[in-house]
């Protein structure tokens, strides 16, 4: 069902205060709340899920009239929520995330609430959940709803914006709200920093679950390509597509992470201890592209130091040539993977062409941007051409490399790296080239986690922590160690524009 965004609010959660005046089941406060906190309050009684979920359903009907990052409420999430209690109230919990509320990117197969990608040629439904819904459902949590998206993952036009679909229009910034929400998982960002769910699931092809994360002030994780099923997801390249969490807290990403990996791994019992005393740590800044960024990296180097981290000063090399092999790969891959999953869409287009078809007789889909990416994809060589096997080889190779051997030539744990430069203007324009350093973990398959880190007056700057090959946890434990030196992250304000 369509979100009702004339809804009234509902009634405040929980009981009415008790004769003395303290409520003795006191409502969570939603930005502060953690899973753990959360389902300790579940296990004592003195919390339902069905009160949080509520809270959560409140706050979509009345915040998200100002960001419009919530595409779609799941109807029986209060249902949901109820099965989560009798399971609590049996002793039967099936873990962490029971009864907590997730939103879901709405390139995310679901049955019952639909995939658009933010096309309105994908508004007939999926016949199944992506295989990561699966497991957040086996984990009981409540898939609370859909979240708007860049459309096609910003993958229609180089002239594209952020935040916009056709299906969801467009998301705004939380922090201000004439500011972009950046990246394809805009809405999952912008939705978490607004406390319109305990957790979010983005996607990331290259930089759309940690630069989201950056521009709205969550933590965002970018797993090792292949630790979540790609099943079920509306693809730009399987060679670099990955799910992923947001979240306000470190713990709360690596608790979801866990679920949607579903190997038995617990990501948590990496956050113990204290990662930075004694760590090698290489600082990329890429200075001097936004002097507040350049600040708030130097504010950051102070964290890393005092917490006891050795500082090293590096530059990943490549990374022209990356993007000069990455673009023209992508094209080759997008033909190929989207034709192969519309195929699993009956109703919808089934290749590039008629797609393209779709959009020019559709009154709403070119009314903001083109499809110039669409027509270069859809002219693009197969998936058998040398030279798009070449181009592809020498991108992976080469991220790859950018990030091995700085490592080893430097005996490094890990490199941070500003995340992103302050939110723009929405303007439709095009999105602005900009800082970002996504791109060396993006294409290599390597993981990045992206933590608060400081501001550009309202606006949020995040830090990123990239590592070799499987080295999820490494880059979780970093962020969470430097989220606890510096708790900088704080709830959205919702500012019409910058004073």
């Keep these: 069902m369509r979100f009702p965004l004339d809804a009234p609010p509902r009634a405040p959660l929980g009981p009415a205060p008790g004769p003395a005046g303290v409520d003795p089941r006191p409502a969570p406060d939603l930005d502060a709340a953690t899973i753990p906190g959360l389902a300790d309050r579940m296990a004592a009684g003195t919390l339902t899920s069905v009160e949080l979920t509520r809270a959560y359903l409140d706050r979509i009907a009345t915040v998200d009239r100002q960001v419009r990052s919530v595409l779609v409420v799941d109807p029986t999430a209060l249902e949901q929520a109820a099965r989560s209690d009798r399971r609590h109230a049996l002793g039967r919990a099936l873990g962490p995330m029971d009864g907590i509320p997730v939103l879901i990117k709405d390139n995310i197969d679901t049955r019952d609430l639909g995939a658009t990608a933010g096309s309105r040629a994908l508004l007939v439904p999926p016949v199944d959940d992506a295989e990561l819904v699966g497991r957040l459902r086996a984990a009981g949590a409540v898939v609370l709803g859909k979240t708007n998206m860049s459309e096609w993952g910003n993958f229609r036009s180089a002239w594209s914006t952020s935040g916009w679909s056709g299906v969801g229009g467009q998301t705004h910034n939380p922090h201000v709200l004439d500011r972009n929400p950046c990246g394809s998982s805009s809405g999952s960002g912008a939705a978490v920093a607004a406390s319109l769910a305990q957790v979010a699931v983005g996607t990331e092809t290259c930089g759309s679950v940690v630069s989201p994360a950056g521009h709205s002030g969550v933590v965002g994780v970018k797993p090792t390509l292949g630790r979540i099923s790609g099943d079920g997801i509306v693809p730009i390249s399987t060679r670099q597509d990955t799910a992923g969490p947001l979240a306000r807290h470190v713990v ?93 869409r009956p109703g919808a287009p089934r290749t590039l062409r008629e797609l393209i078809g779709f959009n020019q007789a559709d009154p709403v889909e070119l009314g903001r941007f083109g499809q110039d990416l669409l027509f270069e994809a859809e ?121």
């Design 252 to 344: 709360d990403a690596a608790i979801l992470l866990s679920v949607l990996e579903g190997r038995g791994v617990d990501y948590t019992a990496a956050l113990a201890g204290d990662a930075l005393r004694g760590a090698r740590i290489g600082v990329w800044r890429r200075a001097g592209r936004d002097a507040e960024v350049d600040r708030v990296v130097e504010s950051a180097v102070g964290v890393l130091r005092r917490g006891g981290a050795a500082v090293v000063e590096v530059d990943l090399p490549h990374q022209d040539r990356i993007a000069q092999a990455a673009l023209p790969a992508l094209l080759t891959e997008f033909k190929h993977d989207l034709e192969t999953y519309l195929g699993t």
């Design 379 to 499: 002219k693009a060589p197969p998936i058998t051409d040398p030279v798009y096997l070449d181009q592809r080889r020498t991108a992976t190779d080469l991220a790859r490399r950018s990030i091995d051997e700085v490592l080893a030539a430097h005996r490094l744990d890990a490199v941070m790296a500003p995340t992103n430069g302050p939110a723009w203007r929405t303007d439709y324009a095009g999105d602005p080239v900009g800082l970002g350093t996504a791109t060396p973990a993006a294409v290599s398959g390597y993981p990045n986690a992206t933590v608060p880190a400081g501001f550009s007056g309202p606006l949020p700057i995040g830090v990123s922590f990239m590592a070799g090959h499987g080295a999820d946890a490494a880059v979780l434990r970093f962020a969470a160690a430097f989220e606890r030196a510096a708790p900088v992250r704080r709830a959205p304000a919702y500012l019409p524009t910058l004073p």
